[in-house]
């Protein structure tokens, strides 16, 4: 399996995370994770099958998938298959679209139901594109038609989003408000239209998040959760259950294989 990630221009950093891209010929099965940010998918070559939670599988098409507070799988036959996939930033579609974050969350839908007949003509493209640096190219250049639809009175959240996102960090609503000189209902409010989530609710997916993909060398459950700012191994192992459909001991087995993105691979 080849997997890899782009780097987006440095005019699109504060709304793309980075674009990913897998190939291969493998059959396996990715367990998603909750995740805060949306995504754009495109499946340009292979058939693959979609399941939510414990939810009966239907087939997966290209398209936009909301931030997310449940976990899902894609399952994928013995045949050649290749996704390029583009992690935004929350904010990215209140940003560039005018579309509320919190109107794609836990959601799937086509690109051509969101973004009219560009997102139709979007994935044309992608389609036929000949390669992952060239998809690249044609979701930038989408994206930076869109610059000029940015608001400024969005930034101070929006910074406070993607800082989270990158590094979670615990804080209080009540101090992310008072930072961006809001009254807590004010604040809210706003967060939910560029994040998708509640304050509440987006704070517990990233600090999730920024459990995966890390080496505790050998430490306890309890001390791993501890220093990813959880109370107690109890409301730990919930959290990671809730968001992952796994235990956080089986997630940490040797034999388990961690999904570059989030999630892992299991293959068949």
């Known amino acids: 399996m080849n997997y890899g990630i782009i780097q987006p221009p440095p005019h699109l950093t504060g709304y793309v995370r980075f674009y990913w891209f897998v190939e291969g010929n493998l059959p396996y099965v990715h367990h998603a994770f909750a995740y805060p940010c949306p995504e754009f998918i495109f499946c340009y070559k292979g058939h693959f099958k979609y399941g939510i939670e414990h ?9 936009i998938f ?18 390029f996939g583009v992690y935004l930033y929350p904010h990215a579609f209140l940003q560039l679209f005018h579309l509320p974050a919190n109107e794609l969350s836990n959601h799937y839908a086509t690109m051509s139901s969101v973004l009219g007949k560009d997102g139709e003509m979007l994935e044309d493209k992608m389609m036929l594109a000949s390669n992952n640096p060239q998809r690249a190219k044609l979701v930038s250049d989408f994206l930076k038609k869109r610059l000029k639809n940015v608001k400024t009175e969005h930034t101070a959240i929006s ?11 615990m804080s209080s609503v009540q101090a992310l408000a008072d930072t961006n000189f809001l009254s807590l209902r004010q604040f809210e409010r706003r967060f939910k239209e560029l994040s998708g989530f509640s304050p509440k609710s987006f704070l517990r ?5 920024s459990v995966l993909n890390k080496d505790f060398q050998h430490q306890s459950l309890t ?3 501890i220093e990813c700012g959880y109370y107690d191994q ?3 192992i919930h959290d990671f259950q809730k968001f992952s459909g796994i235990s956080p001991k089986e997630y940490f087995k040797k034999e388990m294989l961690a999904a570059a993105g989030r999630g892992t691979v299991e293959f068949r």
Request: net charge positive; charged share 20%; hydrophobic share 35%.
């Open 55 to 63: 939810r009966k599988e239907t087939i997966l098409t290209s398209g």
């Open 66 to 83: 909301g931030q997310t507070k449940t976990f899902s799988r894609v399952t994928l036959n013995n045949e050649y298959f290749g996704i």
């Open 159 to 169: 910074s406070a989003i993607a800082s989270v996102v990158d590094s979670y960090h």
């Open 205 to 209: 997916i990233t600090r999730f998040n």
């Open 223 to 225: 001390e791993i959760g």
């Open 234 to 236: 109890s409301h730990f």
